[in-house]
Nanobody, 124 residues
């Protein structure tokens, strides 16, 4: 009912910027909130942020505030990442919650749909 496809990952140097895109489709897209998670191999996935259908934004990742920004244009959701650090290297997932409002907490089981992920590597 909701499909998510990420793009835009790659290799960048510390301090650079990168924008990820998520193409959302399916019947549920118009009443879903969309967010971003990231996961490093061997570690729990951590929520970054979420944007509801009306544009309200929830920030989940303290270390990302001021550097990571989520936006939504029609059915495409963006994650603009500035001043990237080596520790930002991870697989980034676009995630969907079937509800008009983002979950208050970044619990992965609140996001029913996950994209395939896109790798972001920050290295000098």
């Amino acid at each position: 009912q909701l499909q998510l496809v990420e793009s835009g990952g790659g290799l960048v140097r510390p301090g650079e910027s990168l924008t990820l895109s998520c193409a959302a489709s399916g019947f549920a897209v118009h009443y879903s909130s969309i967010g971003w998670f990231r996961q490093v191999s061997g570690k729990e996935a951590e929520g970054i942020n979420c944007i509801s259908d009306n544009g309200a934004v929830f920030e989940y990742l303290a270390s990302g505030e001021g550097r990571f920004a989520i936006s939504r244009e029609s059915n495409t959701i963006y994650l603009k990442m500035n001043a990237l650090k080596i520790e930002d290297s991870a697989i980034y997932y676009c995630v969907g919650h079937e509800g008009l409002h983002c979950p208050a907490s970044a619990s992965r089981d609140r996001f029913e749909t996950w994209g395939q992920g896109t790798q972001v590597t920050v290295s000098s």
